[in-house]
Nanobody, 122 residues
Framework: QVQLVESGGGSVQTGGSLRLSCKYT?????MGWFRQGPGSEREGVVSISTGGSTYSADYVRGRFTISQDSAENTLFLQMNNLKPEDTAMYYCAATSPQRRRCGLSTSGFDYWGQGTQVTVSS
């Protein structure tokens, strides 16, 4: 069982930045960030494999960056140039130890954190 705890959400104005953190109990092959806006389905934002390959949604490329601190068992999401449409609950997710694929499909992830809210005002 992998446990994930997100932090770092908050309220910012358009153009602002936030860095989300996800503390995890153990690293699996693929870990990533997802988000769910009001009335929307959960969608993949960015993920990273143990080999360092990253997968990003088109709408965040150039603005959001995923990174990790293996010594601290922490995954980060640096978000720059935030827009009102980025407003959502952001979730950290991990695949089960048996999986060996990485991507942005919610069905490919088995463990989820409770989420941290990001609100961007215009």
């Amino acid at each position: 069982q992998v446990q994930l705890v997100e932090s770092g959400g908050g309220s910012v104005q358009t153009g602002g930045s936030l860095r989300l953190s996800c503390k995890y109990t153990s690293r699996t092959y693929c870990m990533g960030w997802f988000r769910q806006g009001p009335g929307s389905e959960r969608e993949g934002v960015v993920s990273i494999s143990t080999g360092g390959s990253t997968y990003s949604a088109d709408y965040v490329r150039g603005r959001f960056t995923i990174s990790q601190d293996s010594a601290e068992n922490t995954l980060f999401l640096q978000m720059n140039n935030l827009k009102p449409e980025d407003t959502a609950m952001y979730y950290c997710a991990a695949t089960s130890p048996q999986r060996r694929r990485c991507g942005l499909s919610t069905s490919g992830f088995d463990y989820w954190g409770q989420g941290t809210q990001v609100t961007v005002s215009s």
